[in-house]
């Protein structure tokens, strides 16, 4: 019993961290954008852009890089078991594949340039 409540211990922890992390930066978003109009908001969105999307696609590429050695980590701590760490091998390129899909979606906006009108917004 007590081994497999330590091994999920560092789930929450992560989650816990997780959400102190997205709480402190909203507060600082908050705090940024206090007294800002859309215009302004707008711009400062549009000069990050460019570095945010790197910062995304190279966290997708360390993703992608340290997968395999992930799946031996865990399968050396014991966390992971042999049938396991093939299948979590075997999902590598799927996982990818999704975070990819989200980023074009979520981060790129291709489905907003998809079904946005031939005359451009509002036309």
Same mark, same amino acid.
């Given at each position: ?6 091994? #999920? #211990? /560092?789930? /929450?922890?992560?989650?816990? $961290?997780?959400?102190?992390? &997205? ?7 908050? $705090? =940024?954008? *206090? @007294?800002?109009?859309?215009? +302004?908001?707008?711009? !400062?969105? &549009?000069?990050? #852009?460019?570095?945010?999307?790197? =910062? ?7 993703? &992608?890089? &340290?997968?395999?050695?992930?799946? #031996?980590?865990? +399968? %050396?701590? !014991? !966390?992971?078991?042999?049938? *396991?760490?093939? +299948? ?9 594949? /999704?975070?990819?899909?989200? +980023?074009?979606?979520? @981060? %790129?906006?291709? =489905? /907003? ?5 031939? !005359? @451009?917004?509002?036309?």
């Amino acid at each position: 019993m007590k081994t497999s409540r330590s091994k #999920h #211990h /560092w789930f /929450w922890r992560l989650c816990l $961290i997780t959400v102190a992390a &997205a709480v402190v930066i909203a507060a600082v978003l908050l $705090i =940024l954008i *206090r @007294g800002s109009t859309i215009d +302004e908001l707008q711009a !400062g969105i &549009a000069s990050y #852009h460019f570095p945010l999307t790197a =910062l995304r696609l190279g966290v997708i590429a360390m993703i &992608a890089a &340290a997968w395999p050695r992930l799946v #031996h980590l865990g +399968e %050396q701590i !014991g !966390g992971v078991g042999i049938d *396991r760490s093939v +299948e979590l091998a075997a999902m590598r390129w799927r996982v990818l594949a /999704w975070l990819c899909a989200i +980023e074009l979606i979520i @981060g %790129q906006n291709v =489905l /907003w340039w998809l079904l946005a009108p031939a !005359g @451009g917004v509002g036309a």
